[in-house]
């Protein structure tokens, strides 16, 4: 659903936007473009949005803004906005996604097509990225010639403060030292690659580029668009206005995802985060074993047996839920734990004489000998993992 305030007519769109909304291909008269768009994506924000439109009507000129809205929410924030955007001078759209495919960087990709600006500008909704930095921010991209221009924390002047809570503090830290290691060139000239506020000249955007992945959009814009000159403008990061945070360990997965997809690609990836996945369930299989062995006195080769069960639990209920959730639907969910559990039993039949082999030949411990076993399995269930389990019916690539 589409509401729009202050109404912009079709004919003023970019060619392609217009393309896509009439469902027809060819070029229509342009009108002048806009100096910038401020794109907003939205998730249950309705408490900020008076007080940001107020801002940003205060810091803009109307005659060359518009204001683009892409909402997700599950509350009444789309209405909100409409009622706000009555009483202001700058035209409003508001552009509600019933999925939300991409999270958060999915609603700005989707609000650039949207764009018809020379600048477009992304923001927040919660006031953290003050509104009157915009202007700045446009100023000098344009007195730099630069193709991006990033509000940044961690440039001269610049400051965190409005993170709240040591613990937001540390994953913010952390997670940017991560990234810049990750990708130290493309982000030589970028000091702040998780800011959440920008602008990007639009001629030098490639939206169809762009796959986004939960809500670090600059990242991906970097890594895949390689924009030509790169400038910052130091600012200060605010205390939220109103309502709640949206980061959460969710959030925190995607973004792990996101950062192994741009790093490695798709496949290579997923076999990292299997990788990940299949290390955490070491634990629960030796404790097991342990516990079965020992304290139970079973043993040992039943007992790797009925430990390998509860190893296999642990890694569907990780793998199904975090790794391959965009892939559940092309199986049942018990079609998809058969066959998880079919393949981790299935390597027992090489596990377990190589593991009597170890202990009784080589007179390795249990718990030693057992965990060999499991590192020379890894690779093997990855492959049949990716290829059988979860595979893609449809021809067209999908992102895990």
């Known amino acids: 659903m589409t509401i729009t305030v202050d109404p912009v007519s079709l004919e003023t769109r970019p060619a392609k936007v217009r393309a896509r909304m009439r469902g027809t291909i060819g070029e229509l008269p342009v009108r002048t473009v806009l100096r910038q768009t401020v794109v907003v994506p939205t998730f ?66 989707e609000g650039m097509r949207l764009a018809r600006g020379e600048w477009i500008v992304v923001m927040d909704a919660d006031l953290q990225h003050p509104p009157e930095i915009v202007p700045d921010l446009i100023g000098a991209g344009a007195r730099d010639g630069a193709d991006l221009v990033i509000g940044s924390r961690y440039a001269g002047g610049g400051n965190r403060d409005g993170l709240s809570g040591r613990y937001r503090r540390i994953v913010s830290g952390g997670s940017t030292f991560a990234t810049k ?6 982000l030589v000239q970028v000091s702040d ?14 939206v169809e ?46 973004f792990v995802k996101h950062l192994g997809l741009l790093r490695f690609g798709a496949q290579r990836s997923r076999m990292l985060l299997f990788g ?67 393949l981790g039993n299935a390597d027992l039949v090489l596990r377990i004489p190589l593991l009597a082999l170890l202990v009784s030949g080589a007179h390795l411990g249990v718990l030693g000998a057992n965990l060999v076993t499991l590192v020379i399995s890894f690779v093997a269930r990855f492959l049949i993992s990716d290829k ?6 449809s021809r067209q690539p999908v992102t895990a």
Not at 276 to 293: E, R, T, Y
Not at 388 to 393: A, E, L, N, W
Request: glycine letters at 8%; charged letters at 20%.
């Open 44 to 109: 249950n924000e309705r408490d900020n949005i008076a007080t940001l439109l107020e801002r940003l009507a205060s810091a803009l000129p109307a005659g060359e803004t518009e204001i683009v809205f892409v909402d997700d929410s599950t509350d009444d924030t789309p209405e909100v906005i409409r009622e706000a955007a009555r009483g202001c001078p700058i035209p409003v759209t508001v552009h509600h996604r019933e999925d939300g495919a991409g999270g958060l960087g999915g609603a700005v990709v």
């Open 276 to 342: 990940l996945i299949g290390l955490s369930g070491l634990l629960p299989n030796q404790v097991a074993l342990w516990a079965l062995n020992d304290l139970a006195g079973v043993h040992y080769l039943p007992a790797a047996v009925l430990a390998n069960q509860v190893a296999i639990g642990w890694n569907f209920a990780l793998t199904d839920t975090l790794l391959y959730r965009s892939r559940r639907s092309s199986r049942s969910f018990w079609g998809r734990i058969n066959r998880f559990f079919l």
């Open 209 to 254: 580029e762009l796959r986004p992945l939960g809500y670090k959009i600059l990242l991906e814009l970097v890594v895949r668009n390689r924009p030509g000159r790169i400038v910052e403008v130091p600012y200060s990061f605010q205390p939220r206005h109103a309502g709640e945070s949206k980061s959460s360990m969710a959030e925190g997965v995607r």
């Open 388 to 393: 059988v389990i979860y595979r893609t019916r």
């Open 181 to 186: 290691m990750l990708f130290r060139s493309s």
């Open 193 to 206: 690659p998780m800011s959440g506020l920008f602008a990007i000249r639009t001629s030098s955007l490639e």
